[in-house]
Antibody, heavy 120, light 108 residues
Framework: QVTLRESGPALVRPTQTLTLTCSFSGFSFTTSGMCVGWIRQSPGKALEWLAR???????FYTPSLERRLTISKDPSKDEVVLRMTDMDPADTGTYFC????????????WGPGALVTVSS | DNVLTQSPGTLSLSPGERATLSCRAS???????LAWYQQKPGQAPRLLIYGASSRASGVPDRFSGSGSGTEFTLTISSLGPEDFAVYYCQQYDRSPRTFGQGTKLEIK
């Protein structure tokens, strides 16, 4: 059974760095093609793709946020970590991690999401 | 970026009616690498359709997807009360992956 779950701080101060962890089970990065990505959703807004990392440890980012994002994985813990620097109130929203079975594949399993509020 | 534009923004229909949702891409989506998701309030999106027309596991057959190139459609043949939600299309052909802005399907 594939599951993913996001964890991290619910409240972040402006200019701080956000660190979110995606803990998963039921699949492994040892499987060719496997990827995990991050997607966020501002309140009442659409989904926004942020980043993904694949089984070969290649990482990809949305261009508008690339300078602020770092995605990494810890295979020994079955975790993927997303770091976003210089947080702003506009970054408030729900952050989802999700799996794609292939590098060019849809997000077939999602975590429930983690709500992050940026406020002083 | 491949910008996806969904229409209409809001669709008001009654249970039992047919729903047709559109997704237009600014660039060709090769290999029909386009997916549709359903999202209900407070929940994560759920994959409905991938490859433009293949239903994901467990998705009822009243949901169907069609299209190619830059024009794609999600059809719900007969709306059940549980189908009222927001629907998003997403392309996974090019980086960055992109989502449409969503179509809200509401009860009339």
């Amino acid at each position: 059974q594939v599951t993913l779950r996001e964890s991290g701080p619910a409240l972040v101060r402006p200019t701080q760095t956000l660190t979110l962890t995606c803990s998963f089970s039921g699949f492994s990065f040892t499987t060719s093609g496997m990827c995990v990505g991050w997607i966020r959703q501002s309140p009442g807004k659409a989904l926004e793709w942020l980043a993904r990392i694949d089984f070969e440890n290649q990482s990809f980012y949305t261009p508008s946020l690339e300078r602020r994002l770092t995605i990494s994985k810890d295979p020994s813990k079955d975790e993927v970590v997303l770091r976003m620097t210089d947080m702003d109130p506009a970054d408030t929203g729900t952050y989802f991690c999700a799996r794609t079975r292939y590098s060019r594949g849809p997000f077939d399993f999602w975590g429930p999401g983690a709500l992050v509020t940026v406020s002083s | 970026d491949n910008v996806l534009t969904q229409s209409p923004g809001t669709l008001s229909l009654s249970p039992g009616e047919r729903a047709t949702l559109s997704c237009r891409a600014s660039l060709t989506v090769d290999n029909n690498y386009l997916a549709w998701y359903q999202q209900k309030p407070g929940q994560a999106p759920r994959l409905l359709i991938y490859g433009a027309s293949s239903r994901a596991s467990g998705v009822p057959d009243r949901f169907s997807g069609s299209g190619s190139g830059t024009e794609f459609t999600l059809t719900i043949s007969s709306l059940g009360p549980e189908d009222f939600a927001v629907y998003y299309c997403q392309q996974y052909d090019r980086s960055p992956r992109t989502f449409g802005q969503g179509t809200k399907l509401e009860i009339k």
